[in-house]
């Protein structure tokens, strides 16, 4: 199960052997920087805490995004040798949605974002694509793909699921009658009516799979089966206007695992899904950025209590810190993929070895809001001269260890900005949940939720 949850964990670095020394060589600033951690405000209240929070993490994709594509980087940091070309399918649908709150909060006029979002979709235009799908990687210079490893050269169904939650996201909220914003929906559309989600049931089969390559076929056969982070391709394959798959798929793979159903305690919590103690965090984020997990429901669980019940399980586990780790307790919590002292590794209560992830506890405000808090004033009250900067929160800190990263990546800036705003205000979820695509798709997989009695067409 551990090296299951490392795999689903990690999408990012299955075939890398990180060292610290490359995770840390960081573009530093200097002390006397703006956005610095020593000139970072003090006695701030919760709402200007939480405010500063969400508009520095977005840094990382304005100020940090690749000039040429628009898209988001893999990492602030140089890693696996690409240098800094590389950006993130995946990582950009969060970003997307993070742009969308910049928006709204005003922090830039709306039609520099929708102009930043009109060049982003225009390069994924051009860009190397698998059926419609995007890989993993591409170099935001040329749009050609980077491997992710040697068989893992084609399309991602999951990290284009993730791009394609934010597009649709984005293509309901750009809804003024002006030509900038017709064009950025009418491009998104066209992206979205070509990717050919058939195309991954491998000739017809009730099953997804994660990679097709036209160099190696199926090579990678990874069957996507739940429960974990990609209820989301389900949903996005379900809703596709062209290419769709039926419901049988969903039933009969993703439901269908030694690892899907669970009902089991801990920590005096029940876990309707998934692994012991629920994996890491990020299985409670990734999808549901855009998808509504209150009082969504289908025959398999109530999707709010399991995103609930297993953060809460995760900051339990930190609360009892079964391993003595240094810095854990009710202000120092959240375990999920991140950089560590070693390398990458998938944290949760089974593969725990000390290391705390800030987007573990902050994105998990919709289901912890007062765990989340406390978490949030100590990372930066108590914590904020080793891993603020000038993205926000460093990705992760190990103290037992004495490490604190220097780096940022964008599947872990994103969903800060993202759900902290769907806590505060539900901005993404009503925007994705009102999608008639999207309706269309949760409808025919059985879902239940007070938000598909509301039909808004873009």
């Known amino acids: 199960m551990k090296v299951f ?8 670095t299955l075939c890398f052997n990180l060292n610290c020394e490359a995770q840390n060589k960081k573009k530093s600033i200097t002390p006397d920087h703006p956005f610095s951690a020593a000139n970072r405000p003090k006695n701030l209240s919760d709402t200007a805490l ?3 929070v969400q508009k520095q993490t977005f840094r990382y994709f304005w100020d940090f995004g ?4 628009a898209m ?3 990492r602030s940091n140089d890693a696996y040798e690409y240098g800094d070309e590389v950006v993130t399918t995946g990582g950009t649908g969060f970003g997307i949605m993070a742009m969308i709150v910049a928006a709204e909060r005003k922090w830039q006029p709306r039609d520099s974002v929708a102009m930043r979002l009109l060049k982003m979709v225009k390069f994924l235009a051009k860009a190397d694509h698998y059926h419609g799908i995007f890989p993993h990687w591409l170099n935001g210079a040329t749009g050609k793909t980077i491997p992710f490893s040697r068989k893992d050269d084609g399309g991602d169904l999951v990290e284009s699921s993730f791009l394609f939650q934010g597009l649709l996201t984005a293509r309901q909220y750009f809804n003024a009658d002006n030509e900038m914003e017709k064009e950025l929906r009418n491009r998104i559309s066209w992206l979205w009516n070509e990717a050919e989600w058939d195309w991954y049931t491998r000739d017809g089969r009730d099953q997804l799979y994660w990679h097709w390559s036209p160099n190696h076929g199926w090579a ?3 069957e996507l089966r739940g429960y974990n982070e990609t209820l989301i391709t389900y949903i996005m394959a379900a809703s596709a206007p062209r290419y769709p798959v039926g419901a049988d798929v969903y039933n009969k793979c ?3 695992s030694n690892h899907f159903r669970n009902g089991k305690e801990f920590y005096g919590v029940n876990l309707p899904l998934g692994f012991d103690y629920g994996g890491p965090l990020f299985f409670t984020h990734y999808s549901f950025l855009g998808l509504d997990p209150r009082d969504l429901k289908d025959q398999y669980a109530n999707y709010w209590e399991q995103n609930q019940n297993h953060s809460l399980i995760n900051y339990k586990h930190c609360v009892a810190n079964p391993g003595k780790f240094k810095g854990y307790g009710e202000n120092g919590w959240g375990l999920t993929a991140s950089d560590t002292y070693n390398g990458y590794n998938a944290h949760s209560p089974t593969n725990d070895f000390g290391t705390i992830t800030p987007t573990a506890a902050l994105s998990s405000f919709p289901y912890t809001p007062a765990q989340s808090m406390k978490a949030l004033r100590h990372f930066y009250d108590d914590l904020g001269d080793k891993i603020w900067s000038e993205f926000g929160f460093t990705d992760a800190f190990n103290e037992s260890q004495n490490w604190y990263a220097e780096s940022h990546l964008a599947i872990d800036q994103g969903p800060i900005v993202v759900m902290i705003e769907n806590y505060r205000t539900g901005l993404l979820w009503n925007l994705f949940m009102k999608d008639p695509d999207v309706q269309n798709g949760l409808k025919k997989l059985g879902f239940e939720s007070p938000a598909l009695k509301n039909i808004s067409k873009y």
């Open 220 to 222: 990678m056969n990874f």
């Open 254 to 256: 993703w439901a269908e």
């Open 5 to 12: 949850c490392y795999y689903l964990g990690i999408l990012f």
């Open 50 to 52: 939480v405010d500063l």
């Open 72 to 74: 988001a980087r893999e």
């Open 66 to 69: 690749h000039p040429v594509s």
